[in-house]
């Protein structure tokens, strides 16, 4: 789900809802991540860092800001969020 969608969920469920915006410790990761994957042609590399600059803004907007630097740390960071929500 894009932010925008999230956002929108987020203002109909209010406080029923947990909003966890998770986030690359950096654009310059970010571009690191995609070109190891190799599955980028030029043009969707350049999209898709475009919306992330665009999504990074948004956020603030949610409840809480998972960075993703250690997939192991940030799924028990999700994992401890979902619980204490729960």
Do not use: W
Not at 19 to 41: K, Y
């Amino acid at each position: 789900m894009d932010v925008e969608g999230g956002l929108k969920i987020k203002s109909i469920f209010g406080e029923q809802l947990l909003a966890v915006f998770v986030r690359p410790p950096s654009i310059e990761d970010l571009h690191q991540r995609l070109h190891a994957r190799n599955s980028e042609t030029p043009e969707s590399f350049k999209a898709r860092i475009l919306k992330a600059e665009h999504e990074l803004t948004y956020a603030d907007r949610f409840d809480h800001i998972i960075v993703n630097d250690s997939l192991e740390q940030a799924l028990e960071e999700a994992h401890r969020l979902a619980n204490g929500f729960i």
